[in-house]
């Protein structure tokens, strides 16, 4: 048995597909540099061509913003720097296969070095790129596998899949990913998630112990890869899988209804979502409306800012495909364990503490006005509710809507239609806004409760530690009475509040959050279901009470 991140729920049981890059790449000094150099130019466009298909491709079944990505890719062919490094090896004296692989190497260790877990990610683009243009010098083939032709029921074992990879697979066919490297925002996560198959990543020595052919098990709940279990194993996980679809079917009955307490008490189901595609899953599981559409993902991966038009289209297609029902936009949080390399955040002691969120869009108004534009504009196409972050003071958020107003104003000047009243709100993610929440309340129309900074914040704790992430309590005392105060605030100025965070999926918190009296719970699309069916098996009254007794102490 090995173990793993597991980075998308699920059992898949299936014959392996193991995918090794080896290329046995020589070393030799060229006859004539400048013929070398001719090589590997020729190499570069040859490559252009090849992404240039792959993201038409990936365009047709993916969408156009996971696309996006090979956009990155064709920026790093025409990188100065990378480009200059190769050439300046092959006229030391190097040949071209050797000098790519010599500078993709140095970026990728370069990117790997950083304190920053999606930089280090990226590595696996300069990857990507560079295994590409030595298969073209090599004049090879054998780098890849024909991904579109696998056979059903295939398990994807590799060090990390490749968005160029990921693209070209036959998804229908896979059952399970295991990876050796990358982590929950690895790009082949966030694919199988996205497709709702199984996957566990940073399963290390996964390449050495699983061959073609072999029977492997992937358990996405626990992290867990078995490579050729005996008989009454891959029973167990057959009947478990059995009654996994049992369940799905089961509650396949929620889709299409809204849900309510045992005792009649409505309460809302919304899905969070972090790409434009994932509104599919989420209108597939019954998601009455999006609850945290997180905006990062168009900043990342890339060598500036999205355009606003870029943004718009982002935001029209979600609002288009909720047809009307309501979806909350958050507007960029970056900082904390999200970095952007090319909006030059120094490096902080405390980056959770310092400068991001809310507090680097009001220092960059350009970024965060064309950001506002981009919904503003979008708005005539559906429900749009705009959230800023991380707010700790209500003079943060009256800047943000002078800043929101002025975009407004700009975009009226130009006669461009808007939709005349859109709902600002404001997540509660620190004590500090909580505790301020019956002032925050007159400056906003809706608050959304973010559970994991408040938890962090509240206790102290850094949940990535594993030394004292046992005291990262969501039923903690103090972080009961902050959310019942927040929600108790709000419903006196007639505001809702939702709950964003994990805990709005943890089927233990439900109910408490149900007695505190939460009129939203927004989670992960393959969660919402299951949350229904909690809501339903709960008592409001009942809960209520029993919240009272403990928030006294009792």
Not at 104 to 131: G, Q, T
Not at 210 to 239: A, F, H, R, S, T
Not at 303 to 325: C, H, I, R, W
Not at 383 to 390: A, Q, T, W
């Amino acid at each position: 048995m090995l173990t793993g991140i597991p980075v998308s729920e699920g059992f898949g049981i299936g014959r392996a597909i193991v995918i090794k890059k080896e290329i046995n790449i020589k070393y030799y000094k060229p006859n004539s540099t400048e013929e070398e150099i001719e090589k590997f130019k020729e190499a570069i466009e040859k490559a252009k061509q090849e992404i240039s298909e792959i993201k038409e491709q990936a365009e047709q079944n993916l969408g156009a913003n996971k696309a996006m990505i090979f956009d990155a890719h064709l920026l790093i062919l025409d990188d100065p720097e990378f480009v200059k490094m190769v050439k300046e090896k092959i006229q030391q004296g190097t040949n071209a296969e050797w000098a790519v692989a010599e500078t993709a190497e140095f970026y990728a260790n370069l990117l790997a070095s950083l304190d920053d877990e999606y930089m280090k990610e990226r590595a696996n683009d300069i990857k990507d790129v560079s295994e590409r243009l030595i298969r073209i010098l090599h004049g090879a083939s054998a780098l890849y596998i024909d991904l579109k032709n696998i056979p059903e029921g295939s398990v994807i074992i590799a060090e990390d899949l490749t968005p160029s990879e990921t693209a070209q697979m036959d998804k229908t066919k896979v059952v399970g990913f295991v990876t050796q490297q990358g982590g929950k925002t690895s790009h082949a996560a966030i694919i199988a998630r996205t497709y709702e198959i199984p996957a566990v990543a940073g399963v290390k020595g996964v390449l050495e112990y699983v061959k073609d052919g072999d029977i492997v098990i992937v358990d996405g709940y626990q992290g867990i890869v078995l490579i050729n279990p005996d008989q009454q194993v891959v029973e167990e996980y057959e009947k478990r899988m059995k009654e996994e679809k049992k369940k799905k079917e089961e509650l396949k009955r929620l889709v299409v209804s809204e849900v309510k307490t045992g005792d009649g008490r409505k309460v809302k189901v919304y899905s969070n979502i972090g790409f434009p595609e994932e509104v599919e899953i989420a209108l597939k599981n019954g998601a009455e409306g999006i609850g945290l559409f997180r905006t990062e993902f168009l900043f990342m991966n890339r060598n500036s800012p999205p355009s606003e038009d870029e943004q718009f289209t982002a935001y029209k297609y979600v609002l288009e495909k909720m047809k009307g029902k309501p979806v909350i936009i958050r507007t960029l949080d970056i900082g904390g364990d999200k970095n952007i390399s090319y909006l030059n955040i120094e490096n902080e002691l405390n980056p959770f503490l310092g400068y991001r969120a809310i507090r680097l869009c009001l220092n960059n108004k350009e970024l965060f006005k064309t950001q506002l534009k981009a919904l503003l504009r979008a708005s005539v196409y559906g429900n749009l509710k705009i959230m800023f972050p991380m707010i700790t003071t209500a003079n943060e958020v009256k800047q943000a809507k002078e800043i929101l107003q002025e975009a407004r104003d700009e975009l009226k000047k130009k006669g461009i239609d808007l939709c005349d009243k859109i709902e600002v709100g404001i997540m509660i993610e620190t004590p500090a806004a909580a505790l301020a929440s019956d002032i925050l309340a007159d400056e906003v129309d809706f608050f959304s409760i973010g559970t994991n900074d408040l938890i962090q914040y509240t206790l102290a704790i850094d949940r990535t530690n594993e030394k004292v992430s046992y005291l990262y309590d969501p039923l903690n005392l103090s972080v009961l009475r902050l959310i019942k105060m927040t929600v108790d605030n709000a419903h006196k100025k007639g505001k809702e509040v939702g709950v964003c965070g994990e805990m709005a999926s943890d089927e233990k918190a439900v109910p408490v959050l149900i007695g505190i009296g939460v009129d939203e719970l927004s989670v992960n699309p393959s969660k919402i279901l299951r949350v229904k069916k909690k809501i339903e098996n709960t008592n409001y009254i009942s809960e209520k009470e029993k919240l009272e007794e403990y928030l006294l102490g009792n």
